[in-house]
């Protein structure tokens, strides 16, 4: 199929960490910086949601008088630091971006509306968002796939560390085999498939939003997913 008019890269936390422990690798974040810009330049419109797992996860933070929506609004602080840190990035490559929130954060970073985001889109920015979507309880994968329909983009990058779904785990079966293309009803069905929430795989097959998942990390992969081409693993 031909290259997509607008799509959602969802990027983690923790590869945004890239050689570090925590916090964020700026040497990574130039590189990424510069694979998305020739995604751009093709014409193709890109948004972005950031985890925040470099931080803070909200899931591993409840517990121990930490209660669970407390927990969770941390971990939308902590994607804040990435879309904030990760624009200053694009924007000093000459790569345009502009950082929204879904929570509300006045003095650092404008606030998420739809059309403001749109307008930006149509700028040719890439517009990063952070916050998650602004409630407890729900992951950015569910999150991003949320944002990718309100948007309009045609189909949701999802990044990982690895190249694509497999059968089981590669990183500790040698046999495992990858799958390149699979359908919703199975990644929501089959238990073994992890690489992304079934809250976020449900709402993707609900309303038929193709979903990539592919290693960010492979020089030109951002922009061969953004064209249609075969990368990773198609899942719809």
Same mark, same amino acid.
């Given at each position: 199929?031909g290259?997509? #008019?607008?799509?959602?890269? &969802?990027?983690?936390?923790?590869q945004?960490?890239?050689?570090?422990?925590?916090?964020?690798?700026?040497?990574?974040?130039?590189?990424?910086?510069?694979?998305?810009?020739q995604?751009?330049?093709?014409?193709?419109?890109? *948004?972005?949601?950031?985890?925040?797992?470099?931080?803070?996860?909200?899931?591993?933070?409840?517990?121990?008088?930490?209660?669970?929506?407390?927990?969770?609004?941390?971990?939308m602080?902590?994607?804040?630091?990435?879309?904030?840190? %990760?624009?200053?990035?694009?924007?000093? *490559?000459?790569?345009?971006?502009?950082? %929204?929130?879904?929570? #509300?954060?006045?003095?650092?970073?404008?606030?998420?509306?739809?059309?403001?985001?749109?307008s930006?889109?149509?700028?040719?920015?890439?517009?990063? *968002?952070?916050?998650?979507?602004?409630? /407890?309880?729900l992951?950015?994968?569910?999150?991003?796939?949320?944002?990718? !329909?309100?948007?309009?983009?045609?189909?949701?990058?999802?990044?990982? &560390?690895?190249?694509?779904?497999?059968? #089981?785990?590669?990183? &500790?079966?040698?046999?495992?085999? #990858?799958?390149?293309?699979?359908?919703?009803?199975?990644?929501?069905?089959?238990?073994?498939?992890?690489?992304?929430?079934?809250?976020?795989?449900?709402?993707a097959?609900?309303?038929?939003? /193709?979903?990539?998942?592919?290693? /960010?990390?492979?020089?030109?992969?951002? !922009?061969?997913?953004?064209?249609?081409? /075969?990368?990773?693993? &198609?899942?719809g």
């Amino acid at each position: 199929m031909g290259a997509y #008019k607008r799509v959602l890269l &969802k990027l983690s936390g923790e590869q945004l960490a890239g050689k570090y422990d925590a916090g964020i690798d700026a040497e990574l974040a130039t590189w990424l910086a510069k694979e998305i810009a020739q995604v751009v330049a093709s014409e193709t419109q890109v *948004v972005i949601m950031v985890g925040g797992g470099n931080y803070a996860r909200g899931a591993q933070l409840a517990g121990h008088g930490i209660g669970r929506v407390t927990a969770d609004n941390v971990g939308m602080l902590a994607t804040m630091m990435n879309a904030l840190a %990760l624009a200053d990035v694009f924007n000093n *490559v000459g790569v345009a971006a502009r950082a %929204l929130t879904n929570i #509300k954060a006045d003095q650092v970073a404008d606030q998420f509306t739809h059309r403001r985001a749109v307008s930006d889109l149509r700028k040719g920015r890439v517009v990063i *968002v952070a916050g998650g979507i602004g409630r /407890p309880y729900l992951t950015t994968d569910t999150a991003a796939v949320s944002l990718a !329909l309100e948007l309009d983009c045609e189909a949701v990058l999802k990044a990982t &560390k690895v190249d694509g779904v497999y059968d #089981k785990d590669p990183a &500790k079966f040698a046999d495992a085999v #990858k799958i390149d293309h699979m359908s919703f009803d199975e990644a929501v069905s089959n238990g073994a498939i992890k690489v992304m929430d079934k809250a976020a795989l449900g709402l993707a097959m609900e309303h038929t939003l /193709p979903t990539i998942v592919f290693n /960010p990390l492979t020089e030109k992969n951002i !922009l061969r997913a953004a064209a249609g081409e /075969p990368v990773g693993t &198609k899942i719809g």
